[in-house]
Structure formats: structure tokens, C-alpha cells
């Protein structure tokens, strides 16, 4: 596995190394001791999430304000663009957010540290997503930032408003949101 450091360095794209033959593929998908050496530090995860969507929806941006989330993430069917926003207040690359493109194809992961928010939209027709959370969901502490906020300004690759859960439409400005110090 190829860990590469981000624009902003916690959050790791990772690139798993592939096998495959005119039969198909293997490549091992997660492993517990490669994983911690490259994110520095140890990790535990404790639930796994599958999502599937069809072309243009938009998830996120989510966190927890309260057992927060790291998320590895990945796409098992078609493509998405995946989004972290860094949102711990004392970080130098505080509001900054990377994206990367995650697809069946690629095979690419994204880590997405605790302390930060989350989305992705589908960019395929449908697409299947999953990731392994290091904190239990806790809906009573989940919070969403607007997709579209003016001073986060993501590029998101849609040429159309997303289609967006009623939670999702009702996200908050960035300037308003409970963040992490």
C-alpha cells in the first residue's frame, strides 16, 4: 500500500498495489499494521458503513461534534468525488479541504481524520461507498455544513445542483458551524 500525504498531510490518499490477470484481480484491501504506519498512530475501527446513490448525489458535509469520526474510505462500484474539510480550529490548515477521486477503477482509499467534515458526490450513475469509522454514529451529535458554503468554496466536479437529503439541504454555513478547537 502507497500512503500519499494530501494537501493537508493527516488526511492520507492511499493506493493499494494490485494483482491482476486476464481472470481479474486481488489486492488486499485493508491491513491493520500497514494502515497505522502510515497514518503515525494507532487506530481502531468499529463500524462499517455501505451506501449506495445514483448519479449527482451529494452526502456531507457530515462530522460528529462529540465522538467524532476518522473514516477510511472507499468506492466498490463507480466513481465519486470524495471531500475533507479541516474543521479543528488550532490547525494551521484550518477551513482548507482536499478532494479526491475514488472509484472501483482506482481502487484509491481516503483516510479522513477525526476532526474533520466529509462528503462526496456521485459522479458515475450509481455508485457503492464504504468506510470504516473509528466512533460509533451518534445521530444526536452529527452536524452538516452546507455543500455549497461561499467560504469553503469546494470545487465540486457537477455541472447541476446535487441532489441532497432534506439534512443535507438544511446544513449550516461554515461561519456558524460548531467546530473542533
Known amino acids: 500500500m502507497k500512503a500519499i ?4 498531510p493527516e488526511v492520507l490518499l492511499l493506493e493499494p498495489r494490485v494483482f491482476g490477470d486476464e ?23 468499529v463500524q462499517d458503513n455501505h451506501s449506495r446513490s445514483v448519479k449527482n448525489v451529494l452526502r456531507g458535509l457530515h462530522y460528529q461534534v462529540q465522538q467524532p469520526q476518522g473514516k477510511l474510505v472507499r468506492v466498490v462500484q463507480g466513481e465519486v468525488f470524495d471531500v475533507a474539510v479541516d ?9 482548507q479541504w482536499v478532494g479526491a477521486i475514488l472509484s472501483a477503477k482506482n481502487k484509491h482509499q481516503l483516510w479522513v481524520p477525526e476532526g474533520f467534515a466529509h462528503g ?4 458515475s450513475e450509481t455508485a457503492e461507498f464504504l468506510y470504516k469509522t473509528t466512533n460509533y454514529y451518534a445521530p444526536e451529535h452529527e452536524r452538516s455544513i452546507i455543500w455549497n458554503d461561499l467560504d469553503l468554496a469546494i470545487e465540486w466536479p457537477v455541472d447541476i445542483k446535487p441532489s441532497l437529503s432534506a439534512k443535507d439541504s438544511a446544513g449550516s454555513a461554515f461561519r456558524d458551524a460548531e467546530v473542533f478547537d
Do not use: K
Open 5 to 8: 500525504p494530501q494537501a493537508i
Open 87 to 95: 474543521i479543528r480550529r488550532s490547525s494551521p490548515t484550518f477551513s
Open 23 to 45: 481472470r481479474g484481480f486481488f489486492y488486499e484491501s485493508f491491513n491493520h499494521r500497514q494502515f497505522e504506519e502510515a497514518v503515525g498512530r494507532s487506530v481502531s475501527f
Open 120 to 123: 462526496f458526490v456521485v459522479l
